[in-house]
């Protein structure tokens, strides 16, 4: 397959997650949820006390911090291993996702994020989620999409995939995080959130996942057949 990297942007909770695997998994790309990747470095922070602040450790930590991905084909999911430890569920915890967005500005921890991310890509077909996937990472990305959706369809969504996994969280909660975690991401220094110039804007808030994989197949489709 030739190499083809599909990049995804957008907001917290505006499905690109889903998205991404249901491109993924029609096309036979690899995946990348470089989200999870931010969130395997905040647990590890989490877990070994390491101050925001404290650039000689978090330096050090980097050093000591591996992460990979596999496939569960029990699960049919893709899982985050970090340190080899699977880590997939502990990464989605409330502690974790409170403290993704600061442990995110960091620069260090951005650096080496990036560096990691365009390895994966390297000779392969992929889909790559996130924040500055398209401006960043891959500048130079063959498709790039910018997702939004309405914030109230984006709360109930995210709220009720909580819910299905027993986490204890209240709609207030939901929105007071996303709205957090808007703002940190596309105000931070670092490589903030933003719409590329040559991106597609995607507005799903009233598109069914299927309408959604359609629409964009179609630029995929338009890509392969303009790449053989
Ligand atoms: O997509 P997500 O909610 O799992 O991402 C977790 C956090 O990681 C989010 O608050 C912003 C950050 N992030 C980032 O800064 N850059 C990326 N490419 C992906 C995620």
């Not at 999870?36 to 877990?47: C, G, I, K, S």
Request: charged residues 25%; glycine residues 4%.
């Amino acid at each position: 397959m030739k190499p083809i990297i599909i990049a995804i942007d957008g907001y917290s909770s505006c499905g690109k997650s889903t998205l991404a695997k249901a491109l993924a998994a029609r096309f036979g790309f690899a995946y990348v949820d470089s989200g999870a990747m931010y969130r395997a470095v905040a647990l590890y922070f989490m877990e070994q006390q390491i101050a925001l602040e404290d650039d000689v450790a978090i330096a050090k930590a980097l050093e000591n911090i591996h992460i990979h991905f596999e496939y569960n084909p029990d699960q049919q999911r893709n899982e985050t291993y970090l340190n080899n430890r699977m880590v997939e569920d502990d990464i989605r915890s409330k502690p974790v996702s409170d403290l993704v967005s600061p442990v995110a500005t960091i620069k260090a921890v951005r650096t080496a994020m990036v560096n990691l991310q365009r390895k994966a890509a390297v000779n392969k077909a992929i889909v790559m989620d996130g924040r500055d996937i398209g401006t960043h990472v891959f500048p130079t990305a063959d498709l790039k999409l910018f997702m939004t959706a309405d914030p109230k369809v984006r709360a109930t969504r995210r709220f009720a995939e909580l819910q299905a996994k027993g986490e204890n969280w209240s709609m207030e909660e939901v929105i007071e995080n996303l709205r957090e975690r808007d703002h940190i991401d596309s105000t931070r220094e670092e490589n903030p959130l933003r719409q590329a110039t040559d991106a597609h804007v995607l507005d799903n808030s009233d598109l069914t996942e299927q309408e959604q994989l359609d629409k964009v197949s179609i630029w995929v489709n338009g890509l392969l057949n303009a790449k053989i």
